[in-house]
């Protein structure tokens, strides 16, 4: 188990869809499952607003919202964002 990780990924479109930089902490993990993670994303191209509440199904609470160019999504006993 890791204690906590930062993380910054920018997509350039080759095999991406948002053109943007992406922030990424995780909190207390291992390779499968992470007690909190997060991540904050400024996208080149806006688009609609968009929330989505998840709870169940391999995660506690997942929660990610979009509005325009910016997005934050958060995770709790959720499974390890593939980055």
């Known amino acids: 188990m890791k204690l906590i990780k930062f993380n910054h990924q920018y997509d350039y479109g080759r095999n991406h869809y948002d053109y943007g930089h992406d922030w990424y902490v995780r909190l207390l993990f291992t390779k499968h499952w992470a007690f909190f993670q997060g991540s904050v994303s400024w996208c080149e ?3 609609w607003p968009f929330l989505q509440i998840q709870s169940g199904s391999g ?3 997942s929660i990610i919202f979009n509005v325009y160019k910016f997005g934050i999504a958060v995770g709790f006993f959720d499974r390890t964002w593939k980055l």
């Open 59 to 61: 995660v506690m609470l």
């Open 45 to 47: 191209y806006p688009g």
